[in-house]
């Protein structure tokens, strides 16, 4: 762990940042002296756990206090043994090094004796998901009849691994990631105390970075400052962690969009020369996109569709997949991006889903281009008279699904044919079967029909793929190529 987030530990329960609900039930429980004898801190990692659990041993063994106290001072000798780690009685284990059922056991012996020293024994457990079964058994024994003076807390960043066994006998407290305004407030304060001089969209990026982990947020700042040597600006966090900021990524996609690649890649040629690596482009492009789709489904901008996002993000997946092996990786990132650029557009798609006979609604900021000419009066009659077979056709089927298929094929006479294209495999057994009631039904309508042919049809390999890239459905169909 790095120095500053070391340094700027919490020492008591007024430093804490966050987590004020744990806060309060904690302090409670001292306060009314209702301890429990087995506690479970489960949360993501740098969110205050091992902190929160210091300081509640602190609460259970403040010498500057006449008994267990939701004060703990921060500052008398058994506060401050606590926090080194050197009191006798609050013993820390982290579960990752010491696995094994040779630790418990001794645990098991050491619970029998009464605290040297403070009020209660504690054990706190770090990483308790990783204790092997032997372990957690042995465990378990001492958790059904754990003597009075002893407090057991274990922390996990993954409870699930825990077995139920054991945790049916903790109290648990969820331990959330620390909010951006925390984050924030917490490293003004870090900086102001260091003084560190820091711009606050610096601050802000560093949040965000972190995800929620005020350890990482803290380690973070110290780096990027140890980096850039005196103001920590947003563009020294974004150089530090290979971060492209939104504006240059935006007006990338949207050349991409435009299908204006050479443009995209001089923006890729400007990042690369700046020192970002292919792998951070792809990062940085996966969670802008992200974000840009948010933004479209939440209508906060409509300059691009839901549809083009969706494709370059399947892009991009196959962009990491792809440079994680290769020897090339920035060969991959420009065919990637040149690919991207190439991809249909808009109105192409409302095309060829029509064609093909799928569900395409374009979404907001969609507006496909009205078509060239209208389609010739000779061909919407054929098509007419196509649905007209098909719905003969399918009156005379009763199975209700083998009917259904039906409106996805089509129907036409070529001289004295009756041909059924169609995608249904169940369609062609059940007319095989029915040919010859067929050929007499279309000629008592007097269609000149001598012959049926059935033509079953696989869907091209390439449209499936297609269908896959641009997240269409097959109408009537379970999915995207579904064969
Ligand atoms: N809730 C919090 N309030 C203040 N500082 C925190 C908090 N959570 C984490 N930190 C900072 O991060 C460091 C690591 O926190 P820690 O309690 O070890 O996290 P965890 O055990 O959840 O991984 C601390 O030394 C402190 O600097
Ligand atoms: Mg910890
Ligand atoms: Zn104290």
């Not at 003004?188 to 949040?207: H, P, W």
């Not at 079967?433 to 008592?444: D, T």
Request: proline fraction near 5%.
């Amino acid at each position: 762990m790095s120095s500053l987030a070391v340094k700027y530990r919490p020492r008591t329960f007024e430093d804490h940042v966050g987590q004020e609900p744990i806060v309060k039930a904690l302090r409670n429980a001292l306060r009314l002296k209702r301890i429990s004898s087995a506690y479970l801190f489960a949360g993501p990692r740098g969110v205050g756990k091992t902190t929160t659990a210091r300081i509640f041993a602190k609460g259970l063994n403040c010498e500057a206090s006449d008994d267990i106290t939701d004060r703990p001072c921060g500052k008398c000798q058994a506060c401050r043994d606590i926090e080194l780690g050197r009191h006798p009685d609050v013993i820390e284990i982290d579960a990752a090094s010491n696995r094994g059922i040779d630790e418990i056991r001794a645990i098991r012996e050491s619970v029998k004796y009464l605290p040297s020293r403070g009020r209660k024994k504690v054990y706190i457990i770090d990483e308790a998901h990783m204790l092997t079964m032997e372990a957690f058994n042995a465990l378990l024994k001492t958790l059904e009849e754990p003597p009075e003076h002893v407090v057991f807390i274990l922390a996990t960043t993954d409870p699930h691994r825990i077995p139920p066994t054991i945790l049916s006998r903790l109290q648990k407290y969820e331990f959330r990631p620390i909010s951006p305004f925390d984050i924030i407030r917490r490293l003004q304060f870090i900086a102001k105390e260091e003084g560190i001089e820091v711009e606050d969209r610096a601050l802000q990026e560093i949040a965000r970075r972190s995800e929620g982990s005020l350890r990482d947020a803290i380690s973070m700042l110290e780096q990027v400052w140890v980096f850039s040597g005196e103001k920590v600006t947003y563009e020294d966090v974004l150089k530090f962690v290979g971060g492209i900021d939104p504006e240059t990524l935006d007006r990338l996609v949207i050349h991409i969009r435009k299908g204006e690649s050479s443009e995209a890649l001089s923006i890729l040629d400007e990042l690369m020369t700046r020192g970002v690596s292919p792998q951070d482009f792809v990062r940085e492009l996966g969670n802008h996109l992200n974000e840009m789709l948010r933004a479209v489904l939440e209508g906060r901008r409509s300059d691009i569709t839901r549809e083009h996002i969706l494709m370059y993000m399947n892009n991009v997946l196959k962009m990491e997949e792809v440079i994680r092996w290769s020897q090339t990786p920035r060969l991959w990132v420009e065919y990637y991006i040149t690919r991207m650029s190439l991809l249909p557009s808009t109105v192409d798609l409302t095309e060829i889903a029509r064609k093909y006979n799928l569900t395409y609604t374009p979404s907001v900021g969609d507006k496909p281009a009205p078509r060239q000419s209208p389609p010739p009066q000779e061909k919407k009659e054929k098509r007419k008279r196509e649905d007209d077979l098909a719905l003969l056709l399918a009156s005379r089927i009763r199975k209700a699904p083998v009917a259904g298929t039906v409106k996805e094929s089509r129907v036409f006479i070529e001289g004295k044919k009756l041909i059924i294209r169609t995608r249904s495999e169940a369609l062609k057994k059940f007319l095989e079967e029915e040919k010859e009631e067929l050929i007499s039904a279309y000629k008592e309508l007097s269609l000149p029909v001598e012959e049926v042919v059935i033509d079953v049809q696989k869907t091209h390999p390439g449209l499936l793929r297609l269908i896959d890239e641009l997240d269409l459905k097959e109408v009537g169909r379970g999915g995207a190529g579904g064969d």
